[in-house]
């Protein structure tokens, strides 16, 4: 997986290492982990999918900005199965990810507990509204896609920070958010699949 990765065009050898240091096949259904390392999104229940290895590696990169972007403190919106979870937690000292979906956020928990994953702060809440009492954060990374950036996250982007997420509606883009001294800056990128990021939580 990590060859087909390179060869993909993800370069950033700390996001490589990461991704090739977690068993991927243990965030996805049983019955599918005989295509945990195969360059799809896979489905995980509650309608909710299991990124591609590219998309986990090229979005990881992007975050890290070729190592530029020090990663003290990562808010992840969508912890969904917790693969891209376990990916940020390599890669940053912390890691504070939102999941609306209880039952989901509650098996991703005791995932990330057996693999001895301890740098992360999960929380169950609506992620269209971040984690201000966390925040600033160097990184913000969205795993669904959403049209437009609502103000409150921005305000949780630190000054030098950058956010990833895809934009879009029928459409969709890999974007990145920097916030620079003379603002937001915005750049968009490759196309991309995401599902759609709703507001409000589920409990049950």
Same mark, same amino acid.
């Given at each position: 997986? !990590?060859? +087909?990765? +390179?060869?993909? @065009?993800?370069? $950033?050898?700390? !996001?490589?290492?990461?991704?090739?240091?977690?068993?991927?096949?243990?965030?996805?259904?049983?019955?599918?982990?005989?295509?945990?390392?195969? $360059? !799809?999104?896979?489905?995980?229940?509650?309608?909710?999918?299991?990124?591609?290895?590219?998309?986990?590696g090229r979005m990881s990169e992007l975050l890290r900005n070729n190592g530029d972007n020090l990663l003290r403190k990562v808010l992840e919106i969508g912890t969904g199965c917790g693969y891209q979870t376990a990916v940020l937690a390599k890669i940053a000292n912390e890691v504070y990810s939102i999941e609306r979906i209880g039952p989901l956020l509650t098996?991703?928990?005791?995932?990330?507990?057996?693999? @001895?994953?301890?740098?992360?702060?999960?929380?169950?809440? $609506?992620?269209? +509204?971040?984690?201000?009492?966390?925040?600033?954060?160097d990184g913000i990374m969205m795993t669904a896609v959403i049209p437009e950036i609502p103000e409150i996250l921005l305000e949780q982007l630190a000054m030098g920070g950058r956010m990833v997420f895809p934009k879009g509606n029928k459409q969709q883009y890999l974007c990145v958010i920097d916030h620079t001294a003379e603002g937001f800056v915005e750049t968009i990128l490759d196309e991309v699949m995401f599902v759609p990021i709703l507001p409000g939580i589920i409990n049950r």
């Open positions: 997986m !990590v060859e +087909r990765l +390179r060869e993909q @065009g993800v370069r $950033d050898e700390v !996001v490589l290492a990461a991704m090739g240091s977690i068993p991927r096949h243990l965030f996805v259904e049983e019955a599918l982990a005989s295509r945990a390392y195969e $360059d !799809v999104a896979l489905p995980i229940n509650y309608g909710q999918t299991i990124s591609s290895p590219w998309i986990v098996r991703t928990r005791i995932r990330l507990r057996e693999l @001895g994953i301890r740098n992360i702060y999960l929380k169950h809440a $609506d992620g269209m +509204r971040g984690l201000s009492e966390a925040g600033p954060f």
